[in-house]
């Protein structure tokens, strides 16, 4: 399921009102409340039953699917980051044509989801569930890195045997990079900061001074 704070409501009231729950699919209307309550309120500013309200069902309900709001929320991570490695898969297709470009369109997609799926990040990185929280949340969270990290072993092959850092280093240093401008600058709600120049540009001049630093530059 892909949602934002802007998609249509369902219906049974405005945004932050509670829903009437008709469809019949209680667990999907409990993710969707938790989606919409982290955009308002953050990943620890509601409770179950504010879910559940949400949701226009009893306090008692979302027991039928879920163990508590975290459970909710590890849920919410999990789907999260399955959207997350289709997006970063697409963009860096293997590394065609260019690895350089590729690796370039790979920032890009990751600062293009905390942009327009801020609920989603922020349940993925903010709430502070742990990965085993949800059967399949840990293996969601490792296949979205395997993507960059699969990324970082072609362009350190790129390099001389000798001297050439491990890619996992790498990886984790451009991860590093990538996901503080994106949590910094680059997210599409209220915690964004300002700054002089887009957030895209910020993250290719990080980038590039780093490859540099290794001694990569160009198109390859």
Same mark, same amino acid.
């Given at each position: 399921m892909r949602?934002?704070?802007?998609?249509?409501?369902?219906?049974?009231?405005?945004p932050?009102?509670? $829903?009437?729950?008709h @469809?019949?699919?209680?667990? #999907? +209307?409990?993710v969707?409340?938790?989606?919409?309550?982290? +955009?308002?309120?953050?990943?620890?500013?509601?409770?179950?039953?504010?879910?559940?309200?949400?949701?226009?069902?009893?306090?008692?309900?979302?027991? $039928? @699917?879920?163990?508590?709001?975290?459970?909710?929320?590890?849920?919410v991570?999990?789907?999260?980051?399955e959207?997350?490695t #289709? !997006?970063?898969?697409?963009?860096?297709d %293997?590394?065609?044509?260019?690895?350089?470009?590729?690796?370039?369109?790979?920032?890009? !997609?990751?600062l293009?989801?905390?942009?327009h799926?801020? +609920?989603?990040?922020? +349940?993925?990185?903010?709430?502070?569930?742990?990965?085993?929280? %949800?059967?399949?949340?840990r293996?969601?969270? #490792?296949?979205?890195?395997?993507?960059? $990290?699969?990324?970082?072993?072609?362009?350190?092959?790129?390099?001389?045997?000798?001297g050439?850092?491990?890619?996992?280093?790498?990886?984790l240093?451009?991860?590093?990079?990538? @996901?503080?401008?994106?949590s910094?600058?680059?997210?599409g709600?209220? !915690?964004?900061?300002?700054l002089?120049?887009?957030?895209? %540009?910020?993250? %290719?001049? !990080?980038?590039?001074?780093?490859?540099?630093g290794l001694?990569?530059?160009?198109?390859?």
């Amino acid at each position: 399921m892909r949602w934002t704070k802007g998609d249509k409501d369902p219906p049974g009231g405005g945004p932050g009102e509670p $829903r009437s729950y008709h @469809h019949g699919n209680l667990k #999907e +209307a409990l993710v969707r409340a938790a989606l919409e309550l982290i +955009a308002e309120k953050g990943p620890a500013g509601f409770t179950f039953a504010d879910a559940a309200r949400w949701a226009g069902v009893s306090p008692a309900a979302p027991y $039928r @699917h879920f163990r508590d709001r975290d459970e909710l929320i590890a849920n919410v991570a999990r789907r999260g980051f399955e959207l997350f490695t #289709e !997006a970063l898969a697409k963009a860096w297709d %293997e590394g065609k044509p260019e690895l350089m470009k590729a690796f370039d369109r790979l920032g890009r !997609a990751y600062l293009d989801f905390a942009k327009h799926q801020p +609920a989603y990040y922020s +349940a993925m990185f903010e709430a502070g569930v742990p990965l085993d929280a %949800e059967p399949q949340l840990r293996a969601a969270s #490792e296949a979205a890195f395997a993507v960059l $990290r699969g990324a970082a072993e072609k362009i350190v092959a790129l390099m001389p045997v000798q001297g050439r850092p491990p890619a996992l280093m790498v990886a984790l240093h451009v991860w590093s990079m990538t @996901h503080g401008i994106a949590s910094l600058f680059g997210r599409g709600d209220a !915690a964004r900061r300002a700054l002089p120049m887009p957030p895209e %540009e910020l993250l %290719e001049a !990080a980038v590039l001074i780093y490859l540099r630093g290794l001694g990569l530059t160009g198109n390859r």
